[in-house]
């Protein structure tokens, strides 16, 4: 069979003649294509650490693995991706080179590696050679001279593929050798070829040493011709060939091409050697020697453990089948390798009414089951129901589908109803949410929820990954088949009515059946923590119900009122954009970075704070540090604002409104936030600023389904105070929380030391407030109240000072995270917490700012949720018809009627005040502050 040079092309086959005590992974055959990958190793190692450092990727002990994970992660994507046949990876000596001897000076300017950086090597190195992976390593030459030579010494065996982000390797490039060059976003490569280098450079590779020696490098030191840059190097190289031949040509070249040339002319011979890459070095191996092989199994899962890469690990068995994953006592059971579920499972079909109705009779029999819904669309309301799937027995499982011209969806869900609906029958399921609303639009409602496998998995740790196919590769070691497996993808995508039946069986009961196997995991690992496995079965469990309530009934908008606040924003766009076209003399696009940074920064002067990859960087911190400094800053973040408010909301909700209810159906996310919070989507409402003359426009747009009906809004009152005050034990803020006093005046008055406190002594109190508690600085509040960074000190130190407890308790949080590698709230939700030991400052401040944050927030979350759950089941008990319709942040929305809202007021008060003291506030009286309107912003 003839080679091809297309990396990726062929089937997973490996090299002969290998170490006798090393197994390869599959034997090869003489005719299978072989290719060879060269990986440039510290070239890669620098790209992962900077493309990860903002990360701040470490262990919960403080050793940083960024570099590592990123590296770890392309090597991984290379033999998964490209299948390669023989693999190595070059590393540069840690000797001086050849190079250094012929030209002292050279990579002289180059700085000293990062220390987080430096302390990964070793690790790196140690899980290359647990892979198994030829390390090619020589005193005084570099990992370009060992690739070169490499290349050059193989390409007679096999199409070789340099892996390098490195600019130089591409001199090496022709027929037989090309360059994978890693692309903007983490593991992606870029093919380069003879002709992607010429596109690239304006040079074909035979000519880059040449280039190279005109140009220079300035990344190592290497001078070149002055004043020639690529795109005059490229030019006459195109013009005569060869640097050899312009020289010969000097005559014909302008002035000051010709004088810098001939300067040039005595070093071309050291900066041509300089820039050469060697091709002729002893390697001291083998083409058989880089033949894949299995990894250590046993080093490299150790490795693994103790890097806390678990997604890594969770992909080795899928790389190498038959690997064993190291077993981990404080994680749930992990199986040897990954397998298919249904393999050796017993997973039925019905299609029928007879077989419906013996499924009926044995689901009813049972105390749980396990149910999922294969569907048309992800959009519930949208969904048409091809089938569900049951499973009450690890290995077996049913699969009813239901079509058109067989087993009808009406008839099956008939005879399934009562179990389906039996309150004394616990179901369990990934995701429920969804399943509960698919079948609710069949007229079903699927209950109780006894178990969520995504729900679980997230209070146990949020920070991991809870979708199906994860939970069941890292928890029960399957390779589940996946959605974009069963139908394809993009363009080649079929509906899934036209997967076959056989193969649609075997996936929708393997969902059944892998959440079932998923629950009898969990349930032993919640057991172990009494409080996860309250927060399981008392807040996040029947939550799902209530959220699926909410999303079905939707929220009514006043489409008219959304209409005139476009029009009136458009004018007001219109305006802004006139003032600040004026305001510079020239018209430019202000919605593009670049232009505006080109305003800011090299029109009006302004001093640049930080630049990206495509110029200089006008986020919005930018803009707010410069808005002193000139009036068009202020108008271009107004203009932003009223942008971003008019594309988010204005001119999107009044499109995202269903059809067939007439209302906007927000989906709400419990498994999202690190902290238990709930967030919401499609759209996102928690986002809509309520301090804007223009948010609260937007707020006016809700309203009732009905005009004779009413919004009730319910929030708590300063709810993260109080939870501080009931951590900490402080005193003063309990004190005056007691005496129902002002917080933000009660605080002035204990900073400022005066009982005339001024509307702006509260508005700094306030700051100091809710900024303080979360780590903000004398620099951030300086900011936030446009005062001197000394007098903000001296307002935070003040407060520390008049509020001990308070600041002792977050000391405690930051030590026992430390301590314990997590924090908790109240009732015992918790938070995995890295980075607190890291050497960056700046990494260390973040992780120690979400400590502090998670007891708050996260006692929040609880006690809201709980509320929600207290209210829908009280209102459900009096058979109201009112509704609740949202939660934003610590305030619950609902749809209510003349006759129920005082009855409603009273029920959600009474629940909101209950569920503070269920999740902790024992100390601290809790307020809830309700009010009644036709729309959401006269409610609140």
Known sequence: MASSNNPGQYQLTFGTNVKKDVETVSPAEEETPRQLFLLDGMALVYRAFFALQRTGMSTREGMPTGATYGFLTTLLKIREAYKPTHLAVAFDSAEKTFRHELYEPYKANRPEPPEDLVVQLETILDLIDALRVPVLKTPGYEADDLIGSASRQFEKECPVFIVTPDKDLAQLVHDGVKILKPGKKQNELDLMGADEVRAQFGVAPERFTDFLTLTGDASDNI????????????????????????????DELPGKSRKSLEEFRERIGLIRQLVTIRTDLDLGTSFEKMA????????????????????????????????????????????????RPHEGAAYHLVDTEGGVADLAEKLNAQPSFSIDTETTSLDTFEAELVGLSVSWKPGEAWFVHCSKDGLKAETALDRLRPALENPAILKTGQNLKYDILVLKNHGIRLGPVGFDTMLASYVINPGEKHNLDDLAARLLGYRTTKYSDL??????????????????????????????????????????????????????????????DMEYHGIALDTKHLAETAATVREALAGLTERIHETVGTPFNIDSPKQLGNILFNVLRLPSKKTTKTGYSTDVRVLEELSALHPIVRDVLEYRSLQKLRSTYIEALPKMLNPRTGRLHTSFNQHITTTGRLSSSNPNLQNIPIRTELGREIRKAFIPSNAEGYLLSADYSQIELRIAAELSGDSKLIDAFRNREDIHTATARVVFDTDDITADMRRKAKEVNFGVLYGLQAFGLAQRLNISRNEASNIIETYKSKYPALFDSLRNIIEEASGKGYVTTLLGRRRYIENLGSRNANVRKAAERAAMNMPIQGTAADIIKCAMSLVSRRTAERGMRSAMLLQVHDELVFETTGDEREELSSIVEDSMIEAAGICGLKTVPVEVETGIGKNWLDAH
């Not at 004043?227 to 060869?242: R, V």
């Not at 993009?490 to 509906?495: E, L, N, Q, R, S």
Request: charged fraction near 25%; glycine fraction near 6%.
């Open 292 to 339: 894949c092989v299995r990894p250590d199994s046993e080093k490299l899962f150790r490795l693994l453990d103790k890097l806390e890469l678990k997604t890594v690990a969770a992909r080795i068995p899928l790389l190498f089948p038959g690997t064993v994953p190291t077993e981990n006592a404080d994680q749930p059971q992990q199986t040897a390798s990954l397998r």
């Open 223 to 250: 001078p070149g011709a002055k004043g020639i840059g690529p795109k005059t190097a490229a030019k006459l190289l195109d013009s005569y060939g060869s640097l050899d031949n312009i020289m010969t040509h000097l």
């Open 487 to 548: 139908v394809g993808s993009g363009k080649k995508a079929i509906p899934i009515r036209d997967v076959p039946l056989d193969v649609l069986t075997d996936y929708a009961c393997q969902d059944a059946d892998v959440a079932l196997q998923l629950e009898k995991n969990l349930s032993p690992v919640l057991r172990k923590n009494s409080s996860l496995e309250w927060l399981c079965r008392n807040i996040e469990f029947p939550l799902v119900q209530v959220l699926a």
